[in-house]
């Protein structure tokens, strides 16, 4: 079954833990995106990647890492996190560099850092 | 970057009610996606439809891209489409989506 995995689902933490969100998909896509959902602020693109080693800054990055190492993998780190990136945080993937394509979605993952 | 808006912002329907929901850009058209978040939080993509005319079941989806605008239907509503719908853009000037603020509909029995 064509899927983009994101673990944990859920994640409570607290301030200045580092903590990784993994992000799979097995549909051989190029393009990979990080969101983050908040209310009244709809969702947002954190970082996105092009291809393997490829990786670019969206419109909210700060306080946020990704790598691409593998194409079928990327990763969203917080390495320091403070409580406002407590947040619904989604990875999509999509083909072509998302030319043409629907992004799919993971099913998200709810963080909150106390 | 482009702007997204969408209306109404909310919507309450009685089961068996048709809608119309509606995405305007403030760029060119020409790679919009319809999104239903439902009420577990999942988002499941719609149409891909950056101009013309789609049908899918119950809904179908209409983009003028010349007048930056696109149309979302849905017909005899059920309880099952409660959630948010967004519609999301590529900017045209990064390689980035941008994604309306929603319309939240509620769907009574």
């Known amino acids: 079954e064509a899927q983009v995995t994101q673990n944990p689902r859920y994640l409570i933490t607290v301030t200045g833990k580092k903590l990784t969100v993994t992000c799979s998909q097995n549909m051989n896509h190029e393009y990979m995106s990080w969101y983050r959902q908040d209310p009244g602020l709809g969702l947002r693109q954190i970082y996105y990647?092009?291809?393997?080693?490829?990786?670019d800054k969206g419109d909210v990055p700060e306080g946020y890492k990704v790598s691409r190492k593998e194409k079928r993998n990327f990763p969203l780190i917080l390495e320091s996190p403070s409580p406002n990136q407590t947040s619904l945080y989604f990875c999509?993937?999509?083909?072509?560099?998302?030319?043409?394509?629907?992004?799919?979605f993971g099913d998200g993952t709810r963080l909150s850092i106390l | 970057g482009i702007q997204v808006e969408q209306s109404p912002p909310d919507l309450i329907l009685q089961e068996g009610a048709n809608s119309t929901l509606r995405c305007n850009f403030s760029?060119?058209?020409?790679?919009l996606q319809w999104f239903h978040q439902n009420p577990w939080g999942q988002l499941i993509n719609l149409f891909y439809i950056p101009s013309g005319t789609k049908q899918n079941g119950r809904l179908s989806a209409t983009t003028v891209a010349t007048e930056r605008y696109s149309l979302l239907y849905i017909s005899s509503s059920q309880t099952t489409d409660s959630g948010v719908y967004f519609c999301a853009e590529r900017d045209n000037y990064g390689q980035n989506f941008v994604f309306g603020p929603g319309t939240r509909l509620s769907v009574l029995p």
């Open positions: 999509a993937s999509s083909s072509q560099d998302s030319i043409g394509e629907p992004q799919h």
């Open positions: 760029d060119s058209v020409n790679n």
């Open positions: 990647s092009m291809n393997v080693e490829v990786t």
